[in-house]
């Protein structure tokens, strides 16, 4: 495949993407927040946003999977699938990433560096529980992102305030 070919087939796919978001923004979003499902369901499940946002994505990612696994035994594909399939998987990557912009366990680079940790997730997640991050929040298993012992019913964002304070904190 030629370079141009694939820009051609990259920039296709992202004005499909465009479209999809905006269209499934109107059905899944409030005027007020852009990410009210994933609040929503963070609330019913007693986990986080980007749990809740995972556990909706994985049922894309099983079926690239299936795809995958029918090709590799020669069984023939919609194309109208993949590029489906495809386009849900890129959607929630772009979800996330508007998830992730203000969370407050997303910490600058220079702020890590600033506060003496180090690329350790391990180590990092033990001092964020030592500084009482969590605190208030039950604990956090950050390998599934699952908030324990928390009596949760609905995660809203924090106020502007209190994300501002967040940000400005000590992490580590």
Same mark, same amino acid.
């Given at each position: ?12 796919? !992202? ?6 978001? +905006? ?21 019913? !499940? ?7 946002? @995972?556990?909706?994505? %994985? +049922?894309?990612?099983?079926?690239? &999977? ?8 020669? /069984? ?5 699938? %993949? ?16 998830? !992730?912009?203000?969370?407050?366990? %997303? ?6 560096? @600033? ?5 350790? &997730? ?11 991050? /969590? ?8 390998? /599934? ?16 305030? &209190?994300?501002?304070? &967040? ?6």
């Amino acid at each position: 495949m030629k370079a141009e070919e694939f820009v051609k087939i990259v920039e296709e796919r !992202l004005e499909i993407v465009k479209r999809v978001l +905006k269209h499934k923004g109107y059905e899944y979003a409030t005027q007020k927040n852009r990410m009210h499902n994933f609040y929503r369901a963070a609330g019913l !499940l007693g986990s986080t946003t980007v749990a809740a946002l @995972r556990g909706m994505w %994985v +049922k894309h990612v099983v079926s690239i &999977n299936d795809i995958v696994d029918d090709i590799e035994a020669g /069984t023939p594909v919609k194309k109208s699938l %993949v590029e489906e399939k495809l386009t849900d998987n890129i959607a929630y990557l772009l979800l996330m990433d508007g998830l !992730l912009a203000d969370h407050s366990l %997303v910490i600058p680079d220079n702020e890590i560096q @600033r506060h003496g940790c180090d690329n350790d &997730n391990d180590k990092m997640d033990s001092r964020l529980q030592l500084s009482g991050m /969590t605190k208030g929040l039950g604990d956090i298993d950050f390998h /599934t992102g699952k908030v324990l012992g928390a009596n949760v019913r609905n995660f809203e964002p924090r106020s502007k305030k &209190n994300q501002k304070r &967040n940000k400005k904190g000590r992490f580590c």
